[in-house]
Nanobody, 118 residues
Framework: QVQLVESGGGLVQAGGSLRLSCAAS???????????MAWYRQAPGKQRELAAAITSGGRTNYADSVKGRFTMSRDAAKNTMYLQMNNLKPEDTAVYYC?????????WGQGTQVTVSS
């Protein structure tokens, strides 16, 4: 059974930083079956949107709204992926979800709340 567990969210002032983690079990980040690894976010009253993603080819893509401020990475040895968020803005307030595409299935974590105060 695949399980993704996010952590690291919280309340931070504008301009601050947070690092989100997503620990996986039941799946290996070293597996060739991994298609994509991504962070999504959903703000109140808005649709879930892609923040950052690592493709199977190893390329990292970012939403324009976070480019230059967020950095996505992964540690295969720890089976964990990260989202380093710097220079946070109030509009970054959202629930952040990690997502992994493995073979023909996609798996989601439960989400972690990030709140940025002005």
């Amino acid at each position: 059974q695949v399980q993704l567990v996010e952590s690291g969210g919280g309340l931070v002032q504008a301009g601050g930083s947070l690092r989100l983690s997503c620990a996986a079990s039941g799946i290996s980040f070293s597996s060739l079956g991994i298609n994509t690894m991504a962070w999504y976010r959903q703000a109140p009253g808005k649709q879930r949107e892609l923040a950052a993603a690592i493709t199977s080819g190893g390329r990292t893509n970012y939403a324009d709204s976070v480019k230059g401020r967020f950095t996505m990475s992964r540690d295969a040895a720890k089976n964990t992926m990260y989202l380093q968020m710097n220079n946070l803005k109030p509009e970054d307030t959202a629930v952040y979800y990690c997502n992994v595409g493995f073979r023909t299935a996609y798996y989601w974590g439960q989400g972690t709340q990030v709140t940025v105060s002005s």
